[in-house]
């Protein structure tokens, strides 16, 4: 079972190509090792980490689950799901935009 991630919400729109880096040690979140793992120590777009986020996310239930659990529907919520992550660790864990 994954943890539930916080809700969270932000009114300032991020640019796509805005820069997302790492900031601090390796996480022990499990959420927050996927954001750690698709960076890779390097500086991503925030539209691409967020699909890499969820490809990572859709992966690890697809191979939990196997395909009998037909979670390819919901592929999308994935996506969602993804943007919190790196929402709720934008500013502690993450740098975004200039400077990243």
């Known amino acids: 079972m994954h943890r539930l991630t916080t809700l969270v919400w932000s009114s300032v729109p991020i640019a796509a190509g805005a820069p997302v880096t790492w900031t601090g040690a390796a996480p022990a979140d499990e959420e927050a090792r996927v954001v750690w793992d698709a960076l890779g120590g390097r500086t991503v777009g925030h539209a691409a980490l967020i699909d890499q986020v969820g490809e990572r996310l859709f992966r690890r239930d697809l191979d939990m689950l196997g395909a009998a659990a037909d979670v390819g529907f ?7 799901h993804a ?3 790196v929402a709720a660790l934008a500013g502690t864990c993450l740098r975004v935009g200039a400077g990243a």
Do not use: E, S
């Open 74 to 80: 919901f592929r999308p919520f994935y996506l969602a």
């Open 83 to 85: 943007r919190r992550i």
